[in-house]
């Protein structure tokens, strides 16, 4: 193949911009709602304080201009209710809170991942 054809066109700076935030919000939300399944099934009112303020700032994503913040948002805000419901709600309810935190918190980990490799290859683009 030809040297010209294997090159790729740069990523614009504003591409980069959005996948290395979305890169570090998805990590730092991921993070968040495995910290949030830790110390909240352990401290019962930190559990719901954390929970709503997950609740907060998911339901801010979910409600942003940008629909990459949507799916991150949605998924932290209903680790957020999820949380409060488990440490207010019946305690049958705690089990299945717990699972689902934890699938969100690996999914979101996972997105905040794909993001930054996305983010590290449109860096090299513009090498």
């Not at 303020?53 to 949507?70: E, I, M, N, P, Q």
């Amino acid at each position: 193949m030809n040297e010209l054809e294997n090159r790729s066109v740069p990523v614009p700076a504003r591409t980069l911009e959005k996948q290395g935030f979305a890169a570090i919000a998805n990590l730092v939300g991921g993070f968040f709602l495995l910290a949030l399944g830790l110390v909240g099934g352990r401290f019962p009112i930190v559990g719901i304080i954390l929970g709503a303020l997950s609740a907060v700032f998911g339901f801010a994503a979910f409600f942003s201009k940008d629909s990459t913040d949507r799916k991150p948002g949605a998924i932290l805000a209903a680790g957020g209710i999820l949380a409060v419901l488990s440490r207010t709600g019946a305690s049958f309810f705690r089990p299945l809170a717990g699972t689902l935190l934890t699938i969100g918190a690996f999914g979101l980990i996972a997105l905040g991942v794909w993001n930054g490799i996305k983010f590290i290859k449109g860096l090299k683009s513009r090498a």
